[in-house]
């Protein structure tokens, strides 16, 4: 539908053409109302024919236009138009991008990599941005990337292929044949322009998540330093095989490319989703590296002495790295002097964020900063490798299988570990592990120099001392029920071996604090609140040093007394994006941590039949935990997390055949919800109000409000783990008062609790 200058469409005023497609026409219009200009996309008259395309496309735009961020041009609104058939026609108000699409920009030959990082670096942003409101781009590529003329990158047409896909006809393959909006459109090179960014799954009619921003990211980043679409051909054919088939050239990319800058490159444009950079976010980790390459290739020599050398172990891309800061002089502690880079081999690789590394701790340094060890994917299970800073290739520790929370003895030649419920030792050099203790969910452990071991043998322990040689533990700390303490755990011994750092996590208040115990008197003095996983680098002469901890996602440092046993300064970002227990620092000064994006992880919903084949239940990649199939096996009630919510977990339902997903909790802090076996209700822990805790029954019937089915007389959790089979009494697992987490039961006739087995030990059901 072709519209003439000065035409009116509401409080917009058509001014100029500024482009035709094969699915529309744009053009640039005045909003009389604000006085400003807009950018209007008219779509075809055909379009609108099919009243279930207009309603799914102003459905979609509704939720594309709340997207706000600086790096996405954003959608105003959706406005009807009358067609010459009667017909009513949907036109979308959008934010007006001024200058060059990075086609143009190509054009002119690669893209200088100072500019380059600067445009992928705001790219990468926009989709972030996106990903975390769950929305895919689906079309990304040169064409619909704008850079403004201060150098302002703007993404256009978020979600656009997916809301102006006919139902029933897969995004993929309207991508194929979705066209960019530009001034002197051919469709034959619209068609194959989009082809060329596909994913692999993409370009095979699968089911996409926002991994295939991932690829298409990667190719437009390989696009922008060669000049030159890394996949093409004559024809769509040829370039879906390219996009399948045909392998990278990487020797096109300029000399000067920086090896995190080549590594991203390589996660991106892996073929297999799985094994592709799960999230976006964690690019930006990479840009900045490759920003510092200068430095990084050039920079001076480490020293050996009075240094941090964090060695950034990168789960997702499996590589080492390590900067050189002085923590001597009052420079805040990110001053980066200077940094090599180490690879893993993919057989010898870190644990992945795929696995809780809060509780699996991936790796420990050496004493002398000299050898790594880090927990490697083994199997179905787990393995530790050493690394040494002078060899090549790292080698496996025997005996080591279903290892957690590695540490080292103060002499270095020897590595504490956690496996098959037990505490162990093993020998640096080889050997056989030996045996310690009894520890069935290993929470940390320390080993001081005068030849005991600090550690938590549950998260809900405390925390107990045992001889380096073996032995009977003997208690260090006890949980204050009172102070509503969950957890206390990931001890390190302060080398004076007269008092330990360690965690306090409290569940009633969600929060947590670094606490010091003195291993004489038992006292417990918090040093850091809302902090967890310390560790303590001594300075020079045992002067101060620096207490080194985790908080929101953020790695933190603060001037420490060890004499006073209290912070002496105020604490300052050193690193931001380590998530949890990923990162050990030894006695010399070498930190070593794996970036994370402080957010929790995000899965996708997928069904396996009894033959091993998979397929997914919806396009809704989230923080699930605590899945539960229905009875009928027709839905799952889970529970999301969400990152930077102020309740930041809810108990929601998905059903399995129409892939949506519903949330059934709003009020406190819900989880773990396991169905009654007839499938009209489920059970739920919940946290509603200062230290209230209880078990509540939700009919699912739509009309029912969630009923308290028992409160906790302790500030702790209680975790549904099951029903009897005529659905009548609930078994859960929750702490008394003077018991760690212990069997109950409650009945749905008189709402009262029994204890079923309540020991000094845990016991889960």
């Known amino acids: 539908m ?24 744009v053009y640039r219009a005045r909003d009389t109302q604000l006085n400003r200009d807009v950018a209007i996309k008219v779509l075809p008259e ?44 949907g036109a979308l108000v959008m934010e007006l991008v001024e200058g060059e699409d990075l086609t143009a920009l190509i054009a002119r030959g690669p893209i200088p990599l100072p500019e380059a990082l600067a445009i992928a670096r705001q790219i990468a942003d926009a989709l972030d941005a996106a990903h975390e409101a769950a929305i895919v781009h689906r079309d990304l590529k040169p064409a619909n990337i704008k850079v403004r003329a201060d150098g302002t990158v703007k993404v256009l047409d978020f979600g656009l292929a997916k809301a102006l896909a006919p139902e029933g006809v897969s995004t993929t393959a309207h991508a194929m044949n979705s066209p960019t909006f530009t ?73 000067s490319t920086p090896r995190a800058l080549r590594r991203l490159l390589t996660r991106c444009l892996e073929r297999d989703p799985r094994r592709r950079l799960r999230d976006i976010g964690d690019a930006r980790l990479e840009l900045d590296e490759a920003a510092n390459a200068d430095a990084v290739e050039t920079g001076p020599a480490i020293q050996p002495a009075r240094r941090w050398l964090p060695l950034i172990v990168a789960a997702a891309a499996t590589a ?45 340094v050496s004493p002398d900063g000299r050898v790594v060890v880090y927990v490697s994917p083994s199997g179905r299970g787990t393995q530790l490798f050493a690394r040494a800073m002078a060899e090549q290739t790292p080698r496996a520790l025997s005996g080591t299988q279903g290892a957690r929370l590695p540490f080292f003895s103060p002499d270095g030649r020897w590595v504490g570990f956690f496996a098959d419920g037990k505490l162990k030792k093993t020998p640096l050099a080889g050997g056989t592990p030996a045996t310690l203790a009894d520890a069935p969910d290993g929470t940390g452990g320390s080993w001081g120099a005068h030849g005991e071991i600090v550690f938590a043998a549950t998260y809900s322990s405390g925390l107990f001392a045992v001889a380096e040689a073996g032995g009977t533990p003997r208690r260090v700390t006890t949980l204050d029920s009172a102070a509503g303490d969950g957890v206390h755990g ?69 001037p420490f007394d060890p004499a006073a046993r209290e912070p002496a300064g105020t604490a300052v970002t050193v690193l931001n994006g380590v998530r949890a227990a990923q990162f050990d620092i030894s006695t010399s000064g070498v930190l070593a941590y794996a970036p994370g994006t402080g957010r929790p992880l995000e899965f996708s919903l997928v069904w396996v039949d009894r033959s091993g084949v998979s397929s997914p239940i919806n396009d809704l990649p989230r923080g699930y935990e605590d899945l539960h199939l229905s009875p009928d096996g027709r839905s799952v009630v889970a529970t999301i997390e969400e990152a930077g919510a102020e309740v930041p977990a809810h108990v929601w339902l998905a059903d399995v055949g129409r892939g949506t997903l519903t949330r059934l ?66 078994v859960f697992t929750t702490k008394g008062t003077d018991t760690h987490d212990d069997i109950w039961t409650v009945s749905l006739d008189d709402r009262q609790a029994r204890p079923w087995l309540q020991t000094p030990a845990t016991e889960w059901a």
Do not use: C
């Open 46 to 89: 055909v379009f609108a024919q099919h009243t279930d395309r207009v309603g799914r496309f102003t459905r979609e735009a509704q939720t594309l236009a709340a997207l706000n961020h600086p790096n996405i041009a954003q959608i105003y609104g959706v406005v009807d138009l009358a067609g010459d058939t009667g017909s009513h026609i």
């Open 320 to 364: 080492v790295a390590a900067w050189a800061l002085s923590t001597r002089s009052p420079v805040p502690p990110d001053t980066v002097e200077g940094h090599f880079t180490i690879e893993l081999p993919e057989d010898a690789a870190l644990v992945t964020n795929d696995v809780p590394v809060w509780s699996e701790g991936p790796l420990a």
């Open 2 to 25: 072709h519209l003439s200058l000065g035409t009116r469409i509401g409080p917009y005023e058509i001014v100029s053409a500024l482009g035709a497609g094969g699915m529309g026409e």
């Open 490 to 558: 990931w001890p390190q011994v302060l080398s004076d071996h007269r008092a330990v750092l360690f965690t306090v996590v409290a569940w009633s208040r969600e929060t947590s604090a670094i606490v010091m115990v003195n291993l004489q008197s038992g006292e417990r003095r918090v040093v850091q609140q809302d902090a967890s996983f310390a560790r303590y680098v001594p300075g020079d002469a045992g002067g101060a040093g620096h207490l080194v901890f985790v908080r929101d996602g953020a790695l933190m440092a603060a």
């Open 665 to 730: 909790t709003f009020d406190g802090f819900s989880r773990d919800p396991v169905w009654a076996p007839d499938g009209k209700s489920i059970v739920f822990g919940s946290k509603r109000g200062e230290d209230k805790f209880g078990l509540y029954l939700q009919r699912l019937d739509g009309r029912s409000p969630a009923e308290l089915l028992w409160g906790s007389p302790v500030p702790f959790w209680p975790d549904p783990q099951s029903w009897t089979p005529d659905g009548r009494v609930v």
């Open 183 to 255: 001034a002197h459109p051919t469709q034959m090179g619209m068609i194959i322009g989009t082809a060329a960014y596909m994913a692999p799954e993409q370009a095979k009619g699968k089911a996409v998540d926002k991994r295939a921003d991932v690829w298409a990211f990667g190719v437009v980043l390989h696009e922008m330093l060669t000049g030159k679409q890394p996949f093409s051909g004559e024809t769509i054919t040829d370039v879906l095989a390219a996009v399948l088939t045909r392998e990278l050239d990487w020797t096109s990319l300029p000399a």
